[in-house]
């Protein structure tokens, strides 16, 4: 079936220090979202990329979608420590209904103060 | 407007016993999608509900099973619990139909240990 592999899975950064996850598919993703999840608390959306090599910024997080959508990256300039939990990458299986996710196993991120 | 209310928030059953988990969804969402979250096998789908109907069903054996009610509310249940059933329940809502319909939003979960 359809798998996301994400990379790496467990990162420890200092605060200050950049972070990156990765997301890599054998087959074309229709398109890709990216979730936190905060320890103890449960996944939240933070964005949707559709279009091949899309680039989204959302303040210090850029989100990438690879030019042939089978890759896309998460990268976190100059961390904070409420920059700490998991972050999941999701594929929508084309095709699918719209609730059915697969999430990636994600990449657990710690930053040390 | 209110999130996604999942209950119980923790609960404990015994091996053997059944389990029913309830969600109610945003109001409007009309898709609700269940998931599994354990350490070992991450997130996992379990079968998602739009208009009272299942669309889609992950591999998960028959005890466990959901429905929806015409409230858009949603139960799952488990049947003859067993240890490896021990995990986080994620309900997920999402509009189902319109821009934005695969967005997810999750409740804060049901987490069940089986003793």
């Known amino acids: 079936g359809q798998q996301v592999m994400q990379i790496p899975q467990y990162q420890h950064v200092q605060e200050g220090e950049d972070f990156t996850t990765y997301c890599n598919s054998s087959?074309?993703?229709?398109?890709i979202q990216w979730y936190k999840q905060r320890p103890g608390g449960h996944p939240v959306f933070l964005i949707q990329?559709?279009?091949?090599?899309e680039v989204k910024k959302q303040k210090r997080l850029t989100f990438q979608f690879g030019e042939a959508k089978k890759n896309s990256s998460l990268h976190i300039t100059a961390t904070q420590t409420t920059d700490v939990g998991t972050y999941f990458c999701?594929?929508?299986?084309?095709?699918?209904?719209?609730?059915?996710?697969?999430f990636g196993r994600g990449t657990q991120l710690t930053v040390w103060p | 407007k209110a999130g996604v209310t999942q209950t119980p928030r923790y609960l404990i059953k015994t091996r053997g016993q059944q389990v029913t988990l309830s969600c109610s969804p945003i109001?409007?969402?009309?898709?609700v999608s269940w998931y599994q979250q354990t350490p070992g096998q991450g997130l996992q789908f379990l079968f998602e509900?739009?208009?009272?109907?299942?669309?889609n069903k992950g591999n998960f054996p028959g005890r466990f099973s959901g429905r929806q009610f015409s409230n858009s509310r949603s139960e799952m249940n488990v049947s003859t619990l067993e240890l490896g059933d021990s995990a986080l329940y994620l309900c997920a809502s999402s509009p189902g139909q319109e821009a934005g319909a695969n967005v997810l939003t999750f409740g804060a979960g049901s987490r069940l240990t089986v003793l």
């Open positions: 087959t074309t993703l229709s398109n």
């Open positions: 999701a594929d929508f299986l084309r095709g699918s209904t719209l609730g059915r996710l697969y």
């Open positions: 109001s409007g969402h009309r898709s």
């Open positions: 990329l559709v279009k091949s090599g």
């Open positions: 509900y739009f208009s009272e109907t299942q669309r």
